[in-house]
């Protein structure tokens, strides 16, 4: 089986390669990332479509364009959910993302250790 050199034994080519590798390791993680939020929010979009397409179909034909449109109250409540959904997947760059908040506490560890 073979062993992975120690730090000692690599070169400095070696050592970037490897570095290398493992950055691509990490960036395509976070594109997996990205993509199943994106995947997630596409498919409830389609559920969304359907069910609500469903409730007007329902509403329609049931008690008709002349009555209360009861239907838009689930629309509403939850097109604001999909809405936070989409401005997920699509339009932050992690605002609220743990790897953030972990890099963000790394460095007031590493202000404190070089503070004391």
Partial sequence: MPTEPNEEELSPQESLKL???MMDKVQDEALWKIAKKRSAFKLVL???LVINGFLVGLWYFTTGPQ???WPAWCML???FGLIFQFIDAYVTNGIFSEDKEF???KRREKQKI???
């Fill in 19 to 21: 570095i290398g590798k």
């Fill in 46 to 48: 389609i559920i969304y």
């Fill in 114 to 116: 070089n503070k004391s």
């Fill in 67 to 69: 009555s209360y449109f």
């Fill in 77 to 79: 409540g939850w097109g």
């Fill in 103 to 105: 890099e963000k506490l």
